[in-house]
Protein backbone atom coordinates (compact mmCIF):
# COMPACT_ATOMS: atom_id res chain seq x y z
CA UNK A 1 0.00 0.00 0.00
CA UNK A 2 1.10 3.74 -1.00
CA UNK A 3 1.37 6.17 1.49
CA UNK A 4 2.50 9.93 1.28
CA UNK A 5 3.24 11.68 4.59
CA UNK A 6 3.73 15.32 4.54
CA UNK A 7 5.44 17.55 7.07
CA UNK A 8 7.20 20.71 7.90
CA UNK A 9 3.76 22.92 8.33
CA UNK A 10 3.34 25.32 11.11
CA UNK A 11 1.99 29.00 12.37
CA UNK A 12 4.97 31.21 10.58
CA UNK A 13 5.46 35.44 10.71
CA UNK A 14 4.70 37.26 7.46
CA UNK A 15 7.99 37.20 5.50
CA UNK A 16 9.30 33.93 7.36
CA UNK A 17 10.40 30.40 5.85
CA UNK A 18 9.38 27.02 5.96
CA UNK A 19 10.17 23.79 4.07
CA UNK A 20 7.76 21.44 3.70
CA UNK A 21 8.64 17.58 2.72
CA UNK A 22 6.47 14.89 1.59
CA UNK A 23 7.95 11.12 1.90
CA UNK A 24 6.26 8.16 -0.21
CA UNK A 25 6.16 4.67 1.25
CA UNK A 26 5.15 1.66 -0.22
CA UNK A 27 4.93 -0.04 -3.66
CA UNK A 28 5.66 3.45 -5.97
CA UNK A 29 7.49 3.34 -8.83
CA UNK A 30 8.45 4.68 -12.40
CA UNK A 31 7.93 8.28 -10.97
CA UNK A 32 7.91 11.22 -13.63
CA UNK A 33 6.26 14.23 -11.78
CA UNK A 34 5.47 15.53 -8.40
CA UNK A 35 3.86 18.38 -7.09
CA UNK A 36 2.57 20.41 -4.72
CA UNK A 37 -0.84 21.86 -4.09
CA UNK A 38 -2.67 24.18 -2.05
CA UNK A 39 -5.79 24.72 -0.81
CA UNK A 40 -7.30 28.14 0.92
CA UNK A 41 -10.94 27.80 2.99
CA UNK A 42 -13.52 28.51 0.63
CA UNK A 43 -11.02 28.46 -2.67
CA UNK A 44 -10.25 25.10 -4.85
CA UNK A 45 -6.99 23.35 -4.49
CA UNK A 46 -4.53 24.65 -7.25
CA UNK A 47 -1.30 23.24 -8.63
CA UNK A 48 1.35 26.09 -7.40
CA UNK A 49 4.92 23.81 -8.05
CA UNK A 50 5.72 20.95 -9.91
CA UNK A 51 9.11 19.14 -10.32
CA UNK A 52 9.67 16.15 -13.54
CA UNK A 53 11.61 13.02 -13.35
CA UNK A 54 14.40 14.98 -15.42
CA UNK A 55 14.28 18.01 -12.90
CA UNK A 56 12.54 20.31 -15.36
CA UNK A 57 10.29 22.32 -12.61
CA UNK A 58 7.34 24.92 -13.37
CA UNK A 59 5.48 26.95 -11.13
CA UNK A 60 1.97 29.31 -10.25
CA UNK A 61 2.84 33.05 -10.74
CA UNK A 62 1.64 33.37 -6.96
CA UNK A 63 4.73 31.58 -5.71
CA UNK A 64 6.89 31.82 -8.59
CA UNK A 65 10.38 33.30 -7.04
CA UNK A 66 9.36 32.63 -3.27
CA UNK A 67 8.80 28.92 -3.47
CA UNK A 68 11.59 26.35 -4.68
CA UNK A 69 10.25 22.89 -5.17
CA UNK A 70 13.14 19.68 -5.06
CA UNK A 71 12.44 15.85 -5.45
CA UNK A 72 14.54 12.70 -5.54
CA UNK A 73 13.00 10.14 -7.23
CA UNK A 74 14.93 7.30 -5.73
CA UNK A 75 14.20 8.38 -2.10
CA UNK A 76 10.82 8.96 -2.98
CA UNK A 77 10.37 12.51 -1.70
CA UNK A 78 9.35 15.80 -3.02
CA UNK A 79 9.86 18.66 -0.56
CA UNK A 80 8.73 22.79 -0.84
CA UNK A 81 11.21 25.30 0.59
CA UNK A 82 8.69 28.42 1.16
CA UNK A 83 10.48 31.71 1.76
CA UNK A 84 9.21 35.60 2.35
CA UNK A 85 5.54 33.97 3.05
CA UNK A 86 2.98 36.18 3.16
CA UNK A 87 -0.92 35.63 4.74
CA UNK A 88 -2.43 34.59 1.35
CA UNK A 89 0.11 31.63 1.62
CA UNK A 90 -1.85 30.00 4.03
CA UNK A 91 -3.51 27.10 3.13
CA UNK A 92 -3.29 22.65 3.55
CA UNK A 93 -0.90 22.13 1.40
CA UNK A 94 -0.39 18.52 -0.67
CA UNK A 95 1.92 16.61 -2.22
CA UNK A 96 1.08 14.51 -5.35
CA UNK A 97 3.24 11.79 -7.08
CA UNK A 98 2.68 10.72 -10.02
CA UNK A 99 3.64 7.51 -11.94
CA UNK A 100 2.71 5.80 -15.15
CA UNK A 101 -0.24 3.66 -13.11
CA UNK A 102 -1.47 6.23 -11.07
CA UNK A 103 -1.57 9.09 -8.89
CA UNK A 104 -0.56 9.65 -5.09
CA UNK A 105 -2.16 11.84 -2.53
CA UNK A 106 -0.88 12.77 0.60
CA UNK A 107 -2.93 13.91 4.19
CA UNK A 108 -2.56 17.15 3.79
CA UNK A 109 -0.70 19.78 6.76
CA UNK A 110 -1.49 23.35 7.42
CA UNK A 111 0.78 26.60 6.69
CA UNK A 112 -0.09 29.49 8.30
CA UNK A 113 0.89 32.52 7.68
CA UNK A 114 -0.07 35.52 10.37
CA UNK A 115 1.47 37.79 12.92
Known amino acids: QVQLVESGGGLVQPGGSLRLSCAAS????????MRWYRQAPGKERELIAG???????NYADSVKGRFTISGDNAKKQVNLQMNSLKPEDTAVYYCNIATITGGYWGQGTQVTVSS
Open 26 to 33: GNIFNIYY
Open 51 to 57: ITSGGNT
